[in-house]
């Protein structure tokens, strides 16, 4: 008689079961059962690599919905897919190049795209493998990459009808310039860092020498630029 392990082993209870759902398609969904539809679209995760563990919280807090809505009879959809990621996927192809000394200008553009699209076959399949041993229940023969073709079009098409309503523009913002991607990056892919400064007073003399007056900036070097201050005409300071 053999008793209990000492400690649960998951390997092969998990790869059992999964396999076993897999295998009778338990995740495919049907859009002609009648029942009411339930649709998750994954958030992609980008093709930067393997997953973290905020990934891990959020695709088993999907997975539970997903499951939950299937077991009140919803017609449930998982859809699963993985995002390109552009400027991220770009550093990091970068970095992986440096490594065997080869930049990214030396090659071309035609040998670097290749060598994006070579790193997201890797961690492209490395990432649903991973959703895969988490025990997601994604429709797994829907995946989907952000690039395809057919989603591509999808993008453009739906950009160009919310433009076209007014619900997107181009407005004045402030942008982050990456010096080295030579490129503008959203604030999501900007990390902000933090440092101390010093604040300076300049004083400017009054013209008939009568007084000054003091600008405090943490921006001493546009003084050279100044040809003039401008105040508060309310301003007490400043009656005179």
């Not at 973290?52 to 897919?81: F, S, V």
């Not at 890797?122 to 959703?131: F, M, N, P, S, V």
Request: with cysteine; aromatic share 10%.
């Amino acid at each position: 008689e053999q008793g209990l392990a000492p400690q649960y082993d998951p390997r092969p209870v998990e790869h059992k079961w999964y396999s076993f759902w897999l295998d009778n398609d338990l995740f495919r969904a049907n859009a002609d059962t009648g029942r009411p539809p339930f649709t998750i679209v994954i958030p992609p995760p980008n093709v930067t690599g393997i997953l973290h563990i905020g990934h891990i919280l959020n695709n088993t807090i999907q997975d539970i919905l997903i499951r939950w809505k299937r077991m009140q009879g919803y017609e449930a959809l998982w859809m699963p897919g993985t995002d390109h990621a552009g400027i991220a996927t770009q550093v990091v192809v970068e970095k992986m190049l440096a490594e065997r000394g080869i930049q990214r200008k030396e090659i071309g553009r035609d040998r670097f795209v290749h060598e994006v699209w070579e790193w997201r076959e890797k961690y492209g399949g490395t990432i649903i493998e991973q959703l895969k041993r988490l025990g997601a229940s994604c429709d797994w023969p829907r995946e989907r990459f952000t690039m395809d073709e057919g989603l591509s079009k999808a993008v453009l098409k739906v950009f160009v009808k919310l433009y076209n309503k007014g619900i997107i523009y181009k407005g004045y913002r402030i942008i982050n310039w990456c010096p080295r991607c030579r490129t503008a990056l959203s604030n999501e892919e900007a990390i902000p860092k933090e440092e101390n400064g010093s604040l300076w007073v300049i004083d400017y003399p009054l013209k008939d020498g009568s007084g000054k007056v003091s600008v405090a900036t943490t921006r001493p070097e546009t003084m050279l630029g100044d040809t003039g201050v401008a105040v508060h005409p309310d301003d007490p300071r400043y009656a005179q």
